[in-house]
């Protein structure tokens, strides 16, 4: 049987994502819709719950996302979160105006009539709000649920619609009680039963796969990281020899890492295992490439062109499986048809790619692709996946490509392969890698003077990263402690050849980014 379902509009807001995980945390399967999504594949779907996202406009100009007034009147709950809430207040004849002082950051609110929203809730709260313009009046049958010093009106509802609006965002951690806020959303206002549960598509999974499967091969491109190594445990336990993983290693993987990726699925899985080992090829192709995009592209492009010749000689008459989940689909516009606006290009995607045109499948499998990462995780867990697979560190896809600054050679290579393994050692030692979310080395194009004995040394410089986040949409530098700081400082100028020097990148996000290119 299907999930129940809760629908999320998407206004352009940056949290989709994250309100989505947020209720899927919460037992309930949800999947992210545009707000041009047709009322009538809306009715199809037939959701017992919608919650409308935050966006970048003001509802009062015309190029402005909208939505029709027949939405509201499927009586289906609906939640609307910052410009959501002004969306419902202003669709249904409210007004919105720009705020005389706008509210950003953590603001408390105060309950000023009873909401199931705000059940076991103290009457004071932290939120976060991030607005500049705000309801100053409610649609008729509306009333006023709680507010700020400056904002007068901070939620509203209308319960005999099941209408609610919040003009802050629950779905940040920030929010002290948001995610409780959602939860009653969905279990007191929707009725949801919560019957997202991992055991459960791991069961339902697998006896798909077998089903659709039969008795023909599948391939699946195993890069070693999370996602694909989670599809080849399922696969492998749908179907066993059936399946075949191309495991490429074009040389930009950890210190290492490939050799344990070998181990790891040719030990544990009843599988076919093929490596391909190409770092000299990628190399070739990199020889004088400096810009970051231009690396990730050749990088990109270098992968599939090996990866696709060695898919022809394995030959094509089964399915191809891949390693997608749910925020890939989003991001390569698969599973999102908003069209807001364009945004700056921070870094390429390669999740999704286009299939060579002489290679024909039965058919493409991705077991993962209506799940998010932690999600995915979980389901490694269950499926017996070893811990450092399961909880392995993020990894861009084009590798140490991206944490190699400027051109990328051998010797630049060996060097960060050495240096981020030592630093990674050093903080399991210390006891404060479960507090880090992500950690790794940086070699920048860059060479300081130094002195190591009596000689003047020129040579690399070092940087060092690690951040604590809940979501990655945000980032805090880490505070490691000054003792390992200088422990690793010690280690990489000392164990490492052509290391002269140590920086910690003591950046957030934003400004910065988490990775470096």
Same mark, same amino acid.
């Given at each position: 049987?299907?999930?129940?379902?809760?629908?999320?509009?998407?206004?352009?807001?940056?949290?989709?994502?994250?309100?989505?995980?947020?209720?899927?945390?919460?037992?309930?399967?949800?999947?992210?819709?545009?707000?041009?999504?047709?009322?009538?594949?809306?009715?199809?779907?037939?959701?017992?719950?919608?919650?409308?996202?935050?966006?970048?406009?003001?509802?009062?100009?015309?190029?402005?996302?909208?939505?029709?007034?027949?939405?509201?009147?499927?009586?289906?709950?609906?939640?609307?979160?910052?410009?959501?809430?002004?969306?419902?207040?202003?669709?249904?004849?409210?007004?919105?105006?720009?705020?005389?002082?706008?509210?950003?950051?953590?603001?408390?609110?105060?309950?000023?009539?009873?909401?199931?929203?705000?059940?076991?809730?103290?009457?004071?709260?932290?939120?976060?709000?991030?607005?500049?313009?705000?309801?100053?009046?409610?649609?008729?049958?509306?009333?006023?649920?709680?507010?700020?010093?400056?904002?007068?009106?901070?939620?509203?509802?209308?319960?005999?619609?099941?209408?609610?609006?919040?003009?802050?965002?629950?779905?940040?951690?920030?929010?002290?009680?948001?995610?409780?806020?959602?939860?009653?959303?969905?279990?007191?206002?929707?009725?949801?039963?919560?019957?997202?549960?991992?055991?459960?598509?791991?069961?339902?999974?697998?006896?798909?796969?077998?089903?659709?499967?039969?008795?023909?091969?599948?391939?699946?491109?195993?890069?070693?990281?999370?996602?694909?190594?989670?599809?080849?445990?399922?696969?492998?336990?749908?179907?066993?020899?059936?399946?075949?993983?191309?495991?490429?290693?074009?040389?930009?993987?950890?210190?290492?890492?490939?050799?344990?990726?070998?181990?790891?699925?040719?030990?544990?899985?009843?599988?076919?295992?093929?490596?391909?080992?190409? %770092?000299? =090829?990628? $190399?070739?192709?990199?020889?004088? &490439?400096?810009?970051? @995009?231009?690396?990730?592209?050749? !990088?990109?492009? #270098?992968?599939?062109?090996?990866?696709?010749?060695?898919?022809?000689?394995?030959?094509?008459?089964?399915?191809?499986?891949?390693?997608?989940?749910?925020?890939?689909?989003?991001?390569?516009?698969?599973?999102?048809?908003?069209?807001?606006?364009?945004?700056?290009?921070?870094?390429?995607?390669?999740?999704?790619?286009?299939?060579?045109?002489?290679?024909?499948?039965?058919?493409?499998?991705?077991?993962?692709?209506?799940?998010?990462?932690?999600?995915?995780?979980?389901?490694?867990?269950?499926?017996?996946?070893?811990?450092?697979?399961?909880?392995?560190?993020?990894?861009?896809?084009?590798?140490?490509?991206?944490?190699?600054?400027?051109?990328?050679?051998?010797? %630049?290579? =060996?060097? $960060?392969?050495?240096?981020?393994? &030592?630093?990674?050692? @050093?903080?399991?030692?210390?006891? !404060?890698?479960? #507090?880090?979310?992500?950690?790794?080395?940086?070699?920048?194009?860059?060479?300081?003077?130094?002195?190591?004995?009596?000689?003047?040394?020129?040579?690399?410089?070092?940087?060092?990263?690690?951040?604590?986040?809940?979501?990655?949409?945000?980032?805090?530098?880490?505070?490691?402690?000054?003792?390992?700081?200088?422990?690793?400082?010690?280690?990489?100028?000392?164990?490492?050849?052509?290391?002269?020097?140590?920086?910690?990148?003591?950046?957030?996000?934003?400004?910065?980014?988490?990775?470096?290119?």
């Amino acid at each position: 049987m299907a999930n129940q379902l809760c629908i999320v509009l998407d206004f352009g807001g940056q949290y989709n994502q994250l309100i989505a995980r947020r209720v899927r945390e919460c037992g309930v399967y949800c999947e992210i819709k545009s707000y041009t999504t047709p009322i009538g594949e809306i009715r199809e779907l037939d959701p017992m719950g919608i919650i409308f996202t935050g966006g970048p406009n003001s509802v009062y100009e015309e190029s402005s996302p909208h939505i029709s007034k027949e939405i509201f009147e499927l009586g289906i709950p609906i939640l609307g979160l910052c410009y959501g809430c002004q969306i419902v207040a202003y669709t249904l004849g409210g007004c919105v105006e720009a705020c005389e002082k706008s509210e950003f950051g953590k603001i408390e609110i105060t309950q000023k009539h009873e909401t199931p929203i705000f059940k076991d809730i103290p009457e004071k709260n932290i939120v976060w709000m991030s607005h500049g313009d705000y309801v100053s009046k409610l649609p008729e049958g509306f009333y006023v649920t709680s507010q700020s010093a400056d904002c007068p009106c901070a939620s509203f509802e209308n319960p005999e619609k099941k209408l609610y609006a919040l003009q802050f965002h629950p779905e940040v951690t920030h929010s002290e009680f948001g995610k409780q806020m959602l939860r009653n959303f969905l279990y007191e206002v929707c009725c949801f039963s919560g019957d997202w549960v991992m055991d459960d598509f791991i069961d339902k999974t697998v006896a798909e796969l077998r089903e659709q499967i039969g008795d023909k091969n599948v391939i699946l491109g195993l890069s070693g990281g999370v996602d694909s190594s989670v599809a080849a445990g399922l696969l492998s336990r749908a179907v066993g020899k059936q399946l075949t993983c191309v495991f490429v290693d074009q040389g930009l993987m950890r210190k290492d890492e490939g050799d344990f990726v070998e181990e790891t699925f040719t030990k544990l899985f009843d599988m076919n295992f093929v490596r391909v080992n190409c %770092k000299d =090829k990628f $190399l070739s192709a990199l020889k004088g &490439v400096t810009d970051p @995009e231009k690396k990730r592209k050749i !990088i990109g492009t #270098e992968f599939y062109n090996v990866f696709w010749d060695k898919i022809r000689e394995q030959g094509t008459d089964g399915f191809f499986a891949q390693g997608t989940i749910y925020p890939d689909r989003i991001e390569s516009g698969k599973g999102n048809k908003a069209g807001h606006g364009k945004t700056d290009v921070i870094k390429t995607h390669h999740n999704m790619v286009e299939m060579p045109e002489d290679i024909q499948f039965a058919g493409t499998i991705e077991p993962l692709k209506d799940l998010f990462k932690d999600e995915v995780r979980a389901v490694g867990e269950k499926l017996g996946i070893p811990h450092d697979l399961v909880w392995r560190q993020p990894f861009p896809g084009p590798g140490l490509g991206v944490r190699i600054l400027g051109e990328i050679t051998e010797n %630049k290579i =060996k060097v $960060l392969q050495e240096a981020d393994a &030592v630093f990674r050692d @050093e903080i399991r030692k210390s006891g !404060i890698e479960s #507090e880090l979310k992500q950690f790794f080395a940086v070699l920048p194009d860059v060479r300081t003077v130094g002195v190591m004995g009596d000689h003047r040394t020129y040579d690399h410089l070092i940087a060092i990263r690690a951040v604590t986040t809940d979501d990655f949409m945000t980032a805090d530098w880490a505070r490691i402690p000054y003792d390992v700081l200088a422990r690793v400082s010690n280690r990489l100028t000392n164990e490492v050849e052509h290391v002269n020097r140590v920086v910690y990148d003591i950046t957030s996000k934003p400004p910065g980014t988490v990775e470096w290119e």
